[in-house]
């Protein structure tokens, strides 16, 4: 997103509102908190495993909660509260009814806000993992190749500039690049994106790997991250072409400022082309299902 990594999954709700809303699995109610921006009212479910669920932008709470909220609203005379509980105080079973979805808070309209995050850290961590069973047979979607000169010297096709780099497929999960021929440094970045079956909502993709080669010189895995991780956003992604064009492109390379987590391997995935030798560059792209779509650039 422009402003921050979103933290979790959005469920849609049919347009609607007060469908009811399940615990995930047994544990205890561990905190309660009710504003009018944000995630609106919202549930922590602390959870056995080490996890915790997280439910936002609820219409209301099951009667337990709401019984809980209210003596505090009550005592505070405020509408906005934030509560916090003991394991044996509001104890859920799963699949135990908690509350019913709305579209309170900072939501733009009806929907669940999804979270798992690691209980002692907080950190979110991806709840298409946790196997929800959401179904996805939809392969990743690149839809953008360019390649950036970084060095000093460095020269891609002839220019001094940044190229988008034409691409055709192969077949259904394979495309392959026009050759690029290039001296000095240089780095690479791709428009992608993934969907799901049944929806033609654009979602973020799982991971990133590219091989040089045949060895990886860089990978992204977003398995889990820190909120703190916000602020290196716009490292992330070409911040320049993004301002320019509103295009995306993610960059498979590290910026000097980049210090995001989710990034798994300590090369910075600069290509360093020398003259008179043939390079392979292999770009994959996969979703949490195991989806998969290659570009490879020779």
Known sequence: RSSNIHAGIDIKTQGREGFPLKAVSDGYVSRVKISTTGYGKVIYINHPDGKTSVYAHLKKFSAPI????R?????????????????SELQVSKNEIIGFSGNTGGSSG??????????TTQKPINPLLSHYNIEDSVRPVIHSLIAYPIGEDAIINSEKKELQIPFKKINDSIYAADDIQAIGKIGLGIGTYDRHDNTYNKNGVYSITAELNGTQIIGLEFSKIRFSDSKYLNTLIDYPRYSRTRQRIQKLFRSPANELEFFKHQEDGLIDIENGKDYAYQIKVSDANNNNRYLFVP
Not at 66 to 69: G, K, L
Not at 110 to 119: A, D, G, Q, V, Y
């Open 66 to 69: 709401v019984h809980e909220v």
């Open 71 to 87: 003596k505090k609203q009550y005592t505070t005379q405020s509408y906005e509260v934030e509560l916090f509980f003991e394991p």
């Open 110 to 119: 009806p929907h669940l806000h999804f979270e798992l995050r690691e209980t």
